[in-house]
């Protein structure tokens, strides 16, 4: 595993950045900005779902690293784990968990705490459980 | 226009993700392991974003609807259900073993890591796979109800 910095400044910073996305779709678009919502979005049934708009924000968040780049002078750095059997199973659980559970860290965390909606605190406390429970099961149980 | 708004709110929300940090799953698998090599910084994350989203969202749900479109789309949904449970749980059991939730694995696809390019798709297979479970169930995150 990779030690991280702390970095509360910058952190809060791009919370804040996230946050003022969040505030320009609704208030422009009268959308929410819950991610996996989105990406839902671009798959079928079509009905009243505006593909073409979630398409646009994903595109955003596509050319996002190459505006960082530019701006920073570097390249964003991060660490992806390679075991790829272990990415396909989590990207299934993310995937499904988040549809089926109606939202992810965006939509149920950011957006839906925001609305101080009950659903949403339920679901973001029971995916931080989960979480936690998962890192320490795979670092401190099995081995990293 | 609205496409626009669309691509700039992207653009804004995955500058975030990468200044924060939050877009690499090592600080976010880091946040996740209190009892190991713990990263606190997520809770500022959190604690940004949604102070900003709290204050502007009631700033902007006063108004009878947005600027640029019809009315609001929000969530029409409170039930708080087996299916809201078990969605959370599994989705937080994927984004400990990976570090990765929607947002952040969708801004890292130029990146081009195995593990995002492995991830992505699996992550729309799984989101593909509960629409098909739950058509005609209940509402999803899918806005559908008109605030006021």
């Known amino acids: 595993m990779t030690v991280t910095e702390f970095t509360p400044l910058a952190s809060a910073l791009g919370g804040a950045l996230i946050g003022f996305a969040a505030v320009m779709l609704i208030a422009l678009n009268g959308r929410i900005a819950g991610i996996s919502g989105i990406v839902g979005r671009l798959l079928p049934p079509y009905a009243g779902t505006d593909p073409m708009g979630a398409a646009c924000i994903v595109l955003g968040l596509v050319a996002s690293p190459f505006l960082y780049q530019a701006a920073t002078g570097v390249p964003f750095v991060q660490t992806v784990s390679d075991r790829l059997g272990l990415m396909a199973i989590a990207g299934l659980l993310v995937g499904f968990g988040a549809a089926y559970g109606g939202g992810c860290t965006s939509g149920h965390g950011v957006c839906g705490i925001a609305r101080l909606s009950p659903r949403s605190i339920v679901a973001t406390v029971t995916f931080m459980a989960t979480g936690f429970a998962t890192v320490y099961i795979m670092r401190h149980v099995v081995g990293g | ?148």
């Not at chain 2, 708004?5 to 877009?23: D, E, K, R």
């Not at chain 2, 910084?41 to 959190?46: A, D, K, N, R, T």
């Not at chain 2, 609807?65 to 009315?71: F, T």
């Not at chain 2, 081009?112 to 593909?128: D, N, R, S, V, W």
């Open chain 2, 1 to 148: 226009m609205r496409q626009a708004v669309n691509l700039l709110a992207g653009v804004i929300f995955g500058l975030g993700l990468l200044i924060s940090g939050m877009a690499n799953p090592a600080k976010v698998q880091n946040f996740l392991d209190l009892a190991g090599t713990f990263d606190p910084s997520l809770i500022f994350v959190m604690a940004g974003a949604v102070a900003v989203t709290f204050v502007g969202y009631r700033l902007v749900l006063r108004r009878p609807k947005p600027v640029l479109a019809e009315r609001f789309y929000l969530p029409a949904s409170d039930i708080i259900d087996g299916r809201l449970i078990l969605g959370a749980a599994l989705f937080g059991i994927g984004w400990g073993l990976s570090g990765f939730c929607p947002g952040p694995a969708i801004v890292s696809l130029p990146l081009l890591a195995k593990g995002t390019l492995i991830f992505l798709p699996a992550m729309l297979a799984g989101i593909g796979l509960a629409r098909l479970l739950s058509q005609g169930k209940a509402p999803r995150a899918e806005p559908v109800a008109q605030v006021d």
